[in-house]
């Protein structure tokens, strides 16, 4: 927002960071609880968020995006698959590059517990709009290049690139999973197919997208972020329709409103 600086915005984004959920009986589909963070390397619990710097709400889109904006981090694959995974991934990066446009609902389960839920719309390449269900009075909104964090009831937002953030991965007119990310997992049964994806950043550590597809059809089903601190967020998405084709009005960042730019 206005008057925050740049380390100052990253730091409230990546300490309280993004994706998935406990879908409630309202929902279509059935989506598993998010898994257990990962400890740190010192074997204890990772710390509860500090008293004094609670989340703005519970699960809120602060806790979207999982990576630094001031940092890209590197992506040189360096894990090896065998020939089946291979084949997965090929597969997984079709579909991404196959699905042009997409509307759905959302549901987003933050490290508290804390839930939101909202519309989303998907038109590619990098042109996506996450609209928060009130009280939350929140819209993320991506236009091609960049990506506002926006408050309706303050009439503020933060600004972003594009290319520094986890949408890169889903908004991508064509993506190869295996040349374009660092793929550290991959596997399948019977309900999912998951991809793991890293991304290193020099100054904050390590964090984590973890995509989920149906088994079946390779429907995208939710991601998971794990943040360097080990806090997971999960963002599922249902009533998929990738036929229709959203309103080109709800990607429109307005550039002379009052902004707080992160480079």
């Not at 997984?92 to 759905?104: D, N, P």
């Not at 890169?168 to 793929?183: F, G, N, Q, S, W």
């Not at 399948?188 to 997208?209: C, M, N, P, Y």
């Amino acid at each position: 927002m206005a008057g925050r600086g740049a380390t100052g915005a990253t730091t409230v984004l990546v300490a309280t960071i993004c994706a998935v959920l406990a879908i409630a009986p309202a929902c279509a589909d059935s989506v598993p609880l998010p898994t257990p963070a990962p400890l740190p390397k010192t074997g204890a619990a990772p710390p509860p968020p500090a008293a004094a710097a609670p989340a703005p709400d519970n699960g809120g889109p602060s806790h979207f995006f999982p990576f630094s904006f001031l940092d890209k981090g590197s992506s040189a694959q360096t894990t090896a698959f065998d020939a089946k995974q291979r084949a997965l991934l090929d597969r997984v990066s079709l579909y991404l590059s196959s699905v042009q446009t997409m509307v759905g609902n959302f549901v987003q389960i933050g490290p508290d517990g804390g839930r939101t839920e909202g519309n989303f719309y998907i038109q590619k390449p990098g042109k996506v709009r996450f609209q928060y269900n009130p009280p939350t009075p929140i819209d993320i909104i991506a236009d091609g290049s960049s990506v506002v964090v926006r408050d309706r009831n303050l009439a503020t937002q933060d600004l972003y690139p594009l290319s520094q953030t986890p949408l890169r991965y889903l908004l991508a007119d064509r993506i190869d999973l295996l040349r374009d990310t660092d793929v550290v997992s991959v596997s399948a049964d019977d309900t999912f197919v998951t991809v793991v994806i890293q991304e290193k950043q020099l100054v904050v550590g390590t964090s984590r997208l973890m995509i989920m597809f149906d088994a079946k059809d390779l429907a995208l089903k939710q991601w998971t972020v794990t943040d360097p601190q080990g806090l997971d967020t999960t963002v599922a998405v249902y009533n998929l329709d990738v036929t229709k084709k959203p309103d080109p009005n709800l990607f429109v960042i307005n550039y002379q409103r009052n902004i707080g730019t992160v480079q």
